[in-house]
Structure formats: C-alpha cells, structure tokens
C-alpha cells in the first residue's frame, strides 16, 4: 500500500522540516523525487541522504514566487522524466504580527510566497497533469481556519491556499487531476527551535513545553507525522478523495474550547 513507484514528485520547500519529512518518504516509496527549494545547501543534503539508502531524489534551487522561473523548472522536469504525477506545494513563510504591525513589505512578502508561489506551481503543473491525471497537496494552516493572535498575515495566506485547493479541485476533477490540503498546528522543526531561542533566549525549554501545551493532545507534531498523511493524500489508496482539507493538529480546532 502507499506505493508511488514510477511516479514523478515535485516538493517545493524540501530541503527542510516538513518538506525534508515528505521528500524522505516519497523517495521511500518509489517516487523519483525533485525538491524544489531556495538553499542549494540543504536541499542537496536531503537529496543525498535518499540516495544513500538507495531512493531517487534530485534538487533544484528555485524561487516559487518567480513565475518564469517556477514554469521553466516545471517543464524541464516534465521533458525528462515524461511526466509529473504529484506535487506539492510546501514552500512557506511565517510572520508574526496583527494588522496595525503588519508593514507592506511584511504583507507582500507573505502573499509572493505562500500565496503567489502555490499559484505559480499550480499553473505550470497542472497543463502536464491533465495527460493523464495527477495528485496536488496544499499546505495550509490551522489559520485557515480559525483566529490565531498576531498571525494577520499568515493567516490571510493560509486562508488562500485553502480557496485555491477548493477551486483546483472543483475545475480539474473531470480530468483526474485531485487537489487537496492538510492544516497542520505546531510542528517541531528547525524553524521553531531557531524562533524560540531568537525570542525566548535563556528560556527555550520553558517556551517549547509551553507552546506544546497549547494544543489539547500535549505536544507538538514530528514532521514525519505531517508526511505520513501527505503520503496518503497523494497515493492511489486515496483516489476518491479530492476538494478536502484534513487539520492534523493535536486536537487544536475541534478541543482547545
């Protein structure tokens, strides 16, 4: 079950936490993997530990939030491997601030990565999909859902993500083409380590049980968990599901009351 041998997946955002979780276990899987990422370094890293335990993975440096740029990594892909079966769309940016603290710059930053960049790969992929189906996986948020403090901008993001989930997938079903997202709350990553130590220093182990007890469940989330359903989302044991998002989050939306 869960296999995606011969399949051709494009990760954007693979070179680390929750995208080096999915790109890890898709090349697991059977998929010829290419993440899509803007650190050469870390990228290369993830690739070369797939290939270590024998998997296929290559990387790519690439800005989603460059349109040209997005379609022309698209089309070689496509060109060399005769098609692409999955993505998704991981790539992402956090910031923290309500409206009044929001700058432009904030505000832009946000909508060229996390909203154009989906669009972007959405656009460039989808024309290759439409051959002969295809599955897309969208990161969204718990915020898509519900109010978080000073998470303004992020938020009205994750909110677009969602919608165009929605659109995707109502315009391409009658092409085989399934669309759907998943609404992560607090992973453990790299990023969290780093944003609590910036912020909290001298106070790190207090702020992450902290923030791990904000969801109801007592912890925060492993990126392979994040994986493990997007892996499910994207395989063939899934193929009647489509125009859904899924929170995996602790329990944080239906039980934190």
């Not at 800005?63 to 790539?91: F, H, R, Y």
């Not at 972007?120 to 189906?133: F, S, T």
């Amino acid at each position: 079950m869960f296999s995606l041998k011969g399949k051709t997946a494009v990760i954007t955002g693979g070179g680390s936490g929750i995208g080096k979780a999915i790109s890890l276990l898709f090349a697991q899987q059977g998929a010829s993997v290419y993440i899509l990422d803007f650190n050469k370094e870390s990228a290369e890293e993830v690739a070369a530990q797939a290939k270590k335990e024998g998997r296929q993975a290559a990387t790519i440096v690439c800005d989603v939030s460059n349109q040209q740029q997005v379609k022309e990594v698209m089309d070689n892909i496509a060109q060399k491997t005769g098609g692409i079966q999955l993505l998704v769309n991981n790539a992402g940016i956090a910031h923290v601030g309500n409206v009044e603290t929001t700058t432009e710059d904030d505000f832009n930053r946000l909508l060229a990565v996390n909203v154009k960049g989906v669009y972007n790969c959405l656009q460039a992929v989808i024309p290759h999909m439409k051959k002969a189906g295809g599955a897309i996986l969208n990161m969204a948020s718990i915020a898509s859902s519900i109010g978080l403090p000073d998470r303004f901008a992020y938020s009205m993001s994750k909110g677009a993500v969602l919608g165009m989930t929605l659109s995707t997938a109502r315009d391409y079903i009658s092409q085989n083409i399934r669309c759907n997202c998943i609404s992560p709350a607090r992973v453990h990553t790299p990023f969290v380590d780093g944003f609590i130590a910036k912020n909290y220093p001298g106070k790190e182990k207090e702020m992450f049980e902290k923030l791990s007890k904000t969801q109801p469940i007592g912890r925060m989330a492993e990126p392979s968990e994040i994986a493990n359903l997007v892996l499910y989302l994207c395989s063939d044991e899934a193929a009647f599901i489509t125009g859904c998002d899924y929170p995996i989050d602790g329990g944080f939306i239906k039980l934190n009351n």
